[in-house]
């Protein structure tokens, strides 16, 4: 079990960036697969980003590849989304996921742990 706590959100101008942090408790963080979601008003979550436990895999939405990055520190139990060349519709709650086991790293539905959000705001 793990309890995540997003943070980084903000407003910003379109062309910005800004770089999210999910801080994770417990002591089995590199156990788990992690993942960023956002929604936005009226939309349903959809996925971002996702990372595995060493790493070395990635995967992101096509719209936000080569934009966004996601990375982990397993050592400071924290999982990062770096957000450059932001655009207004990237304007949405941030979500950071995780859980043990799964086979699609994109599917919201296999994700079982899931924090409060972070609200993000890009202007035009």
């Known amino acids: 079990q793990v309890q995540l706590v997003e943070s980084g959100g903000g407003l910003v101008q379109a062309g910005g960036s800004l770089r999210l942090s999910c801080a994770a408790s417990?002591?089995?963080?590199?156990?788990?697969?992690m993942g960023w979601f956002r929604q936005a008003p009226g939309k349903e979550r959809e996925f971002v980003a996702a990372?595995?436990?060493?790493?070395?895999?990635?995967y992101y939405q096509d719209s936000v590849k080569g934009r966004f990055t996601i990375s982990r520190e397993n050592a400071k139990n924290t999982v990062y989304l770096q957000m450059n060349s932001l655009k207004p519709e990237d304007t949405a709650v941030y979500y950071c996921?995780?859980?043990?086991?799964?086979?699609?790293?994109?599917?919201?539905?296999?994700?079982?742990?899931w924090g409060q959000g972070t609200q993000v705001t890009v202007s035009s």
């Open positions: 990372i595995r436990r060493s790493g070395s895999n990635t």
């Open positions: 996921a995780a859980d043990l086991s799964l086979t699609a790293p994109m599917d919201s539905r296999q994700y079982d742990y």
């Open positions: 417990g002591r089995t963080f590199s156990s788990y697969v």
